[in-house]
T-cell receptor
């Protein structure tokens, strides 16, 4: 069975400093992995996805994530935080074998300090 | 590209009343999902349609909840009678295919039952 663990419920960074949001997954199959962002009172927006191509995935707004099978991790990073990055971030796993179900992490709330 | 459209964006109703939430998926997408988001339980999948047919409704909380997809461009989620514990944000999402592809989320409907 799949599962996903977001290791931090809250992360605070200063504007201009790097962002690291951690995600570990468990999957019996080759997974598809996603990061979504949710700004206050908004829907979820896809940041990036991994589907067994390149292990380093680049997304929108300068975010990227690296799939590490040996560590079962899919951490989200950004070199320099911007105030507009303040939001909630969800790591998601979906079986690549064709299962439609998303397994959501519990979310990490990112706070960016001026 | 209009994205997934949901209406209404906000709904306030009294306990016992019927509530109908509406969703228009992205044109050409053949899979549609209804989710519920609460602070306590996070994001929960309620029901999944593929080609307008309900495939998995195991997440529907109880018989008070029902969902329909009469055609490829419209779906409804109905709660009758509504209860205060149904208060949540309800999201609709669509995807070109059910398996392993990214889901595109609507802006959500915030339901408050008093």
């Amino acid at each position: 069975a799949q599962s996903v663990t977001q290791l931090d419920s809250h992360v605070s960074v200063s504007e201009g400093t790097p962002v690291l949001l951690r995600c570990n997954y468990s999957s019996s199959y080759s997974p598809s992995l996603f990061w979504y962002v949710q700004h206050p009172n908004k829907g979820l927006q896809l940041l990036l996805k991994y589907t067994s191509a390149a292990t380093l995935v680049k997304g929108i707004n300068g975010f990227e994530a690296e799939f590490k099978k040996s560590e079962t991790s899919f951490h989200l990073t950004k070199p320099s935080a911007h105030m507009s990055d303040a939001a909630e971030y969800f790591c998601v796993v979906s079986e690549q074998s064709g299962t439609y179900k998303y397994i959501f992490g519990t979310g990490t709330r990112l706070k960016v300090l001026a | 590209d209009a994205g997934v459209i949901q209406s209404p964006r906000h709904e306030v109703t009294e306990m016992g009343q019927e509530v109908t939430l509406r969703c228009k998926p992205i044109s050409g997408h053949n899979s549609l999902f209804w989710y519920r988001q609460t602070m306590m339980r996070g994001l929960e999948l309620l029901i999944y349609f593929n080609n307008n047919v309900p495939i998995d409704d195991s997440g529907m909380p109880e018989d008070r909840f029902s969902a329909k997809m009469p055609n490829a461009s419209f779906s409804t989620l109905k709660i009758q009678p509504s209860e205060p514990r149904d208060s949540a944000v309800y999201f609709c999402a669509s995807t070109p295919s059910g398996g392993g592809y990214e889901q595109y989320f609507g802006p959500g409907t915030r339901l408050t039952v008093t």
